[in-house]
C-alpha cells in the first residue's frame, strides 16, 4: 500500500512542484488581471454535473429546511453557472474552479482538479484559442523550461500548429473523415475497425482520435479544431459549413490541455443535443443526469460568446516536468 501524500519525506520531495503550481497560477491570474478579466467563483453544486455522454458526476444530498431531500451534483465544470452569469451582463469572466469528475484517476487524471475556464462575450473562437497560447506561454515562463512528459517536449514559445479534425484524420490515419460524417460504416472500414452491433458514429470516431491524439504538440502546440458538430455539444456550428463546430483542443506532448467553443446560444438546439446526449448515456450506463432549466432559460438572454475550459493541474504538471498530476496538487484524493 501506497504510503500517504503527509509523510514529511513524500512532501518534501513534492514541495517544488507545488511551489512551482503557485507561482504559475500566480501568473495566470496576473495574465486573466491584465486582460481586464472579472475573476469569478461558480456555486460547485448545481442541479446538473454536466450533460456530456461520457463524464460522470458526484452526487449531492440536499435537505432543505422542512423539505424533502433532493439530489444536486457537484459540477464537472463550472459552464452551465459561468454561461448564467455572461446572461447577467458580464462580459469577461475567468473561474479558477474546482471540479469533480467521477471514475477518472491516473497520471494525468485526478477525481477532483483544477479548471480554469474563462469567457468573452461577443468574441470569435480565434480570440480564445489565442488566449490558450498566451496562457500557455506564461505558464512556461513561470515554469522550468518546455513543457514536457514522459521524454517529449513542447516549446509553447513557438508558433503553433492549427490543424482542422479533417486535417489530422488524413494526416495521421489516412481517412477522408468529410466523405464519412453520418456513415458509421463507412467511417470503420476506412479506419479498418470492425464496428460492435451497438456502436454509433461518435464511438468509431472516439476510437480514431484517441490513436491521434497522441501525436500532436510535439515540439509546439497544436490547436487541433473544426470538429464535426455532432463532436461539439457546446458549440455553434462553423457559420461558412455547418457540418463542423467551432470546437478546438488544445495539445502538448500528446496531451489534451483545453477544450475551448464558440458558444451555442440556441436553447431548443441545446435541449435537443442534451437528451441525445442523455440517451446514450442511458443506454451505455444506465442513468442520466437532468437538464438544468434554468441554464437552458439563460441561455436565451445570453450574447455570443466564445470560451475555454482548461485542465490547470496539467499544464503546471507540464511546466514544471513532472510525471504524475499528484505532484502538483496539495492534497491529492483520497482513493
Not at 519525506?9 to 501568473?27: E, Q, S, T
Not at 491584465?34 to 461520457?54: D, K, L, R, Y
Not at 463507412?186 to 458514429?201: H, M, Q, V
Request: charged share 25%; hydrophobic share 40%; with cysteine.
Amino acid at each position: 500500500m501506497a504510503r500517504p501524500f503527509w509523510h514529511s519525506d513524500i512532501h518534501l520531495d513534492r514541495k517544488p512542484f507545488l511551489v512551482g503550481r503557485n507561482r504559475i497560477k500566480a501568473a495566470l491570474r496576473h495574465w486573466f488581471a491584465a486582460q481586464g478579466f472579472t475573476e469569478v467563483e461558480c456555486g460547485a453544486v448545481q442541479i446538473s454535473p454536466g450533460n456530456e455522454t461520457h463524464l460522470h458526476g458526484f452526487p449531492v444530498l440536499w435537505r432543505p429546511d422542512g423539505g424533502a431531500e433532493q439530489t444536486l451534483y457537484l459540477h464537472t465544470s463550472p459552464e452551465f453557472a459561468a454561461k448564467k452569469l455572461l446572461a447577467a451582463g458580464e462580459t469577461q469572466i475567468v473561474d479558477f474552479a474546482r471540479v469533480w469528475r467521477n471514475g477518472e484517476q491516473g497520471p494525468l487524471h485526478a477525481p477532483e482538479f483544477t479548471m480554469v475556464e474563462w469567457y468573452r462575450a461577443q468574441a470569435d473562437w480565434t480570440a480564445v484559442i489565442a488566449d490558450t497560447w498566451a496562457l500557455a506561454r506564461t505558464a512556461q515562463a513561470a515554469g522550468t523550461g518546455p513543457l514536457r512528459w514522459r521524454g517529449r517536449t513542447c516549446d509553447a514559445m513557438a508558433e503553433p500548429e492549427l490543424l482542422s479534425c479533417a486535417d489530422a484524420f488524413q494526416r495521421h490515419a489516412g481517412i477522408d473523415l468529410a466523405a464519412c460524417l453520418d456513415d458509421r460504416d463507412a467511417l470503420a472500414a476506412a479506419a479498418g475497425l470492425r464496428p460492435r452491433p451497438d456502436d454509433t458514429w461518435s464511438d468509431i470516431f472516439s476510437r480514431i482520435i484517441v490513436t491521434i491524439e497522441p501525436r500532436l504538440g510535439d515540439g509546439r502546440l497544436t490547436f487541433l479544431t473544426h470538429y464535426p458538430v455532432c463532436e461539439a455539444a457546446l458549440a455553434r456550428p462553423c457559420a461558412d459549413d455547418p457540418r463542423w463546430a467551432e470546437r478546438f483542443e488544445a495539445y502538448a506532448c500528446g496531451v489534451e490541455l483545453a477544450n475551448g467553443f464558440g458558444e451555442l446560444t440556441d436553447p431548443a438546439e441545446q435541449r435537443r443535443r442534451f437528451e441525445a446526449d442523455m440517451d446514450e448515456k442511458q443506454r451505455l450506463y444506465g442513468r442520466r443526469y437532468p437538464i438544468d432549466e434554468d441554464f437552458i432559460a439563460a441561455l436565451g438572454a445570453m450574447p455570443p460568446a466564445s470560451g475555454v475550459a482548461l485542465g490547470f493541474d496539467r499544464l503546471a504538471l507540464l511546466a514544471l516536468g513532472g510525471t504524475d498530476i499528484r505532484q502538483v496538487i496539495w492534497t491529492p484524493f483520497p482513493g
